[in-house]
């Protein structure tokens, strides 16, 4: 498995798509000694579920990738990539779906300043970065006007980064398919 300088891992929710960047991850860290890897985390847990899920993730990202640092950073991304690039370590951003949630309640500007700074951080990168995110555009429109907005400003997100990735990868059953690039 080829990790590109830049990749964006696409996915319905239990779709692969955090497993997939744990791949790109592991032949990273595989492909020389020298090599680290850094999971920079965006969720925080706002409930007993959600605490629960985060520390299943924690313990599988921990038994399938021992060394890899975790960073958390539900707010800022751009900065947490600035300041854990290097060129011997992969970053993982996992997830854009819950750094948008956390960004509530700026309005479709500043959602789109900070956007533009991912894309620039992710751009300027001194060493490969994986972004891992939902695609949940793919069905009816929402009812309501809050959730439409947010998953209308997903989608800005998600084509924002897509434009500066080198692979884009959709992943729906486990299998990933690429959008832009190559495996």
């Known amino acids: 498995m080829r990790v590109a300088g830049s990749e964006l891992v696409l996915g319905g929710q239990r779709s692969g798509k955090s497993r997939r960047a744990e791949q790109l991850a592991q032949a990273w860290l595989a492909g020389d000694a020298g090599h ?3 999971f920079v985390v965006t969720a925080h847990g706002g409930d007993e579920e959600m605490q629960s899920r985060i520390e299943r993730h924690r313990a599988d990202r921990a038994e399938r990738l021992p060394g890899a640092a975790t960073v958390e950073a539900p707010r800022a991304l751009a900065e947490a990539i600035a300041a854990h690039s290097r060129a011997d370590t992969l970053i993982v951003v996992d997830c854009l779906t819950l750094w948008l ?39 009816v429109v929402p009812m309501g006007r809050e959730v439409r907005a947010y998953v209308d400003a997903l989608g800005r997100i998600n084509q924002a980064l897509a434009a500066v990735c080198e692979r884009v990868t959709l992943v729906a059953a486990g299998l990933p398919l690429v959008l832009k690039g190559s495996l």
């Not at 500043?110 to 060493?127: H, P, Y």
Request: charged residues 20%.
């Open 36 to 38: 680290r890897a850094s």
């Open 101 to 139: 949630a956390n960004l509530h309640p700026l309005d479709e500007s500043g959602i789109a300043q900070e956007t533009d700074r991912l894309a620039d951080a992710v751009a300027q990168a001194a060493g490969p970065v994986v972004l891992v995110s939902n695609e949940i555009g793919l069905g």
